[in-house]
């Protein structure tokens, strides 16, 4: 289940920053979430400079990047786990692109596993131990950060 997608000027890194960026989130998202590598989805879609504006000035004139990344967890997991992908992910882009800290901007979305499917089988169904011992870990935690 775990997506994230960084939106990027057309133009602005290598194929070889793209590799890196994309590799290193693969293996956080792993690491934080405890999730398998296998089920970590990583991408980059690249805007047009002349479709990108940042602070109203399209990026193709002002030369600004400033990168946008979402990503999507199973609702329930933690706020620390979310919140550490967010550092994550916002350490990435600064180190690997070299884009202003101040410039990124990202989103997490929580998404309710029986809206989510894993060939074509509701993620409720098929991660259903997984999901109540998070349950249960937050419970026991006295219900923060979920």
Same mark, same amino acid.
């Given at each position: 289940?775990? =997506?994230?997608?960084?939106? $990027?000027v ?16 693969? !293996? @956080? ?11 970590? &989805? !990583?991408?980059?879609? #690249?805007? *047009? ?15 600004q ?8 967890? $199973? *609702?329930?997991? #933690? ?7 967010m ?5 990435? $882009?600064?180190?690997? $692109? ?13 998404? *309710? #596993?029986?809206?989510?499917? =894993? ?6 169904? @098929?991660? &259903?131990s ?7 870990? +937050? +419970?026991?935690?006295?219900?923060h950060?979920?």
């Open positions: 289940m775990p =997506i994230v997608n960084f939106h $990027l057309a133009g602005t890194s290598t194929p070889e920053q793209d590799e890196r960026l994309l590799g290193r989130a693969s !293996a @956080l998202y792993a690491e934080v979430l405890a999730s398998p590598i296998e089920r970590v &989805r !990583a991408f980059i879609t #690249p805007h *047009d400079p002349e479709q990108f504006a940042v602070a109203g000035e399209l990026a193709s004139v002002s030369g990047h400033a990168p946008f990344f979402d990503f999507i967890v $199973l *609702d329930g997991r #933690p706020l620390d786990q979310r919140q550490q992908l550092r994550g992910f916002t350490d990435l $882009l600064v180190e690997v $692109l070299g884009v202003r800290r101040e410039r990124v901007r990202g989103c997490c979305r929580r998404v *309710d #596993p029986v809206d989510w499917s =894993i060939g074509g089988e509701p993620a409720s169904e @098929l991660r &259903r997984e999901i109540a011992a998070r349950a249960e870990a +937050a +419970a026991a935690a006295g219900g950060g979920a």
